[in-house]
């Protein structure tokens, strides 16, 4: 079954090579582009899941992914930690959390501004590689603590630069150091400002770059105590859903699970895969329809050996199996050069850009066999189908 077919690919060498290439090529860009946009997607997702709390606490409208900016007042941090469910407190921490975005290591990224008690939650069961968390941002709560004198405001312009500056910290993660080259005592100019990077933390953390959030609302928002929103830490995290609605009660905000985000992600960037996926269709057609015409081409080139063939006895069956596994065989072969350049694509990708996440899975190898053994045989159905249907006479008198 297999000799015919395989005679013939090794008859035409290099037309073979160029046609499992095209395949390759078309392969491995469908394993790339669902392993990369996937990769990416988990990798935030799984960071989030790294916070010690169960559920998240943000404005009405707002989206969990893109939200930004301070909208919240701390005001709200009360009632949440009160809230009841029949008569049982369902909240053991409200975390505050002031989010901005910045340009670090080459790539826009988004800064977590938390309090510095609240930082070792933030950071779950990731080390501390190097460095220290936030001291300096300790002493100007304290002071800020000082200047309220019991208020929840203070004066902004009795803020020093003495006071302000040994505040500016940054704590980043082992995988933006490594991109953008940062080490313990380097500064980068945020907001206006000279922040001082203080310590690297273990990749995985839920953000790559944490700053105090008290200098934060200092520098963007002249001291008031707003957040962009809150993580919330229960007191039985099997209450997770009782206590969302009771929240969003209290609140009138939007509570969402945390253990959702990653299905959150998936809605927010439905469009993007609508994208990857036609790219990688309109590329594999492109590939399969070169298969075809190279078969077609072949069935013409040979009209004269599938002549002698029928005249010996081949059945149409025969033929149109020969036609159908060569193209098959051409397409695994591709599949399989695909398979080697979406690995060496990872290898590339995650070499030059360290932040950018490219997870290969089995479900993405065995999708693109499938999609190879199947668009092989497709695109072989209509050169093997005229291969068949050649008169023996009209072949045999062909030149």
């Known amino acids: 079954?297999?000799?015919?077919?395989?005679?013939?690919?090794?008859?035409?060498?290099?037309?073979?090579?160029?046609?499992?290439?095209?395949?390759?090529?078309?392969?491995?860009?469908?394993?790339?582009?669902?392993?990369?946009?996937?990769?990416?997607?988990?990798?935030?997702?799984?960071?989030?899941q790294s916070v010690d709390a169960e559920l998240?606490?943000?404005?009405?409208?707002?989206?969990?992914?893109?939200?930004g900016g301070a909208i919240f007042s701390d005001r709200f941090v009360g009632p949440i930690e009160s809230a009841e469910l029949d008569g049982q407190r369902l909240v053991k921490q409200a975390i505050p959390v002031?989010?901005?975005?910045?340009?670090?290591?080459?790539?826009?990224?988004?800064?977590?501004?938390?309090?510095?008690?609240d930082l070792a939650g933030f950071l779950g069961p990731r080390k501390l590689l190097e460095g220290r968390l936030f001291e300096g941002a300790m002493d100007f709560k304290r002071q800020l603590v000082a200047l309220r004198g019991g208020r929840r405001?203070?004066?902004?312009?009795?803020?020093?630069?003495?006071?302000?500056?040994?505040?500016?910290?940054?704590?980043?993660?082992?995988?933006?150091?490594?991109?953008?080259?940062?080490?313990?005592?380097?500064?980068?100019?945020?907001?206006?400002?000279?922040?001082?990077?203080?310590?690297?933390?273990?990749?995985?953390?839920?953000?790559?770059?944490?700053?105090?959030?008290q200098p934060l609302r200092h520098i963007l928002n002249g001291g008031v105590p707003w957040s962009s929103m809150f993580f919330v830490k229960l007191t039985d995290p099997a209450l997770a859903e009782p206590a969302a609605e009771v929240l969003e009660e209290i609140t009138g905000a939007k509570v969402e699970l945390k253990s959702r985000y990653g299905q959150m992600l998936k809605e927010s960037f439905t469009q993007v895969y609508l994208y990857i996926n036609a790219a990688s269709a309109t590329a594999l057609v492109v590939c399969f329809l070169f298969i075809m015409?190279?078969?077609?081409?072949?069935?013409?080139?040979?009209?004269?050996?599938?002549?002698?063939?029928?005249?010996?006895?081949?059945?149409?069956?025969l033929l149109l199996v020969n036609t159908v596994v060569e193209a098959v065989v051409l397409c695994l072969a591709g599949t399989g050069v695909g398979i080697v350049l979406s690995f060496l694509a990872k290898w590339l990708i995650e070499t030059?850009?360290?932040?950018?996440t490219v997870s290969i899975e089995w479900r993405w190898l065995g999708l693109a066999v499938l999609v190879g053994v199947v668009g092989g045989a497709l695109s072989a159905l209509y050169p093997a189908f005229r291969a068949s249907r050649l008169?023996?006479?009209t072949a045999l008198s062909y030149e």
């Not at 998240?56 to 939200?67: D, E, S, T």
């Not at 030059?352 to 950018?356: E, Q, V």
């Open 1 to 48: 079954m297999f000799g015919l077919p395989l005679a013939n690919i090794m008859h035409s060498k290099l037309r073979s090579a160029i046609c499992a290439c095209a395949v390759g090529v078309g392969i491995a860009m469908l394993i790339v582009q669902l392993s990369l946009t996937h990769g990416m997607l988990r990798e935030v997702a799984d960071r989030m």
């Open 56 to 67: 998240i606490v943000l404005p009405k409208h707002a989206n969990v992914i893109f939200q």
């Open 98 to 117: 002031f989010l901005e975005t910045i340009k670090l290591g080459g790539q826009q990224q988004r800064v977590f501004g938390v309090d510095p008690e």
């Open 153 to 213: 405001r203070y004066d902004p312009e009795q803020v020093t630069e003495a006071m302000l500056a040994p505040a500016c910290e940054l704590v980043i993660d082992s995988r933006l150091a490594r991109a953008g080259g940062y080490r313990i005592g380097d500064e980068t100019t945020i907001f206006d400002r000279e922040f001082k990077i203080v310590g690297i933390v273990e990749a995985g953390a839920a953000g790559r770059v944490f700053a105090p959030i």
């Open 293 to 317: 015409m190279t078969m077609y081409t072949l069935v013409l080139e040979r009209t004269r050996e599938i002549g002698i063939l029928k005249s010996l006895g081949a059945s149409r069956r």
């Open 352 to 356: 030059l850009l360290p932040l950018n």
């Open 391 to 393: 008169d023996p006479a």
